[in-house]
């Protein structure tokens, strides 16, 4: 009786941890879903730029570097520019969003672009 009582304990703890293990996971996949969708939107920002912002929703020339919180979420976005990389007349642009899961660890999605000042809007 006793080491059916030990197996079927070590069984029910084998089941917590992996039920605790699964929960962290898909915690961690949603919030990644998350900032991918955060970063690919500033991303779609950037590529409906113009030179002369008469057709563009920005400026290529105010695309520069930026760290902010996003409201509302517990995500961080960062904007990293990099001119005439490797082109002249280009922006090399890393985006990149970050959190903090539950354990305290940082987490980060980041999508890089390169984007010409010349648009196909102008």
Known sequence: MLISFVVLTVGVL????LQ???EVKSENALHSIDALYLAEEKLELFRT????????????????????????TIFSRGVVVKNDFPVLGTKHITVSVNWTDRWNNS????????ISKYSEFD
């Open 107 to 114: 987490q980060t999605v980041a999508l890089d672009t390169v």
């Open 14 to 17: 084998g089941l917590v941890k």
């Open 20 to 22: 605790t293990y699964m």
């Open 49 to 72: 730029r113009s030179q002369s912002a008469g057709t563009g929703t920005m400026l290529y020339s105010s695309i520069s570097n930026s760290d902010l919180p996003v409201p509302g």
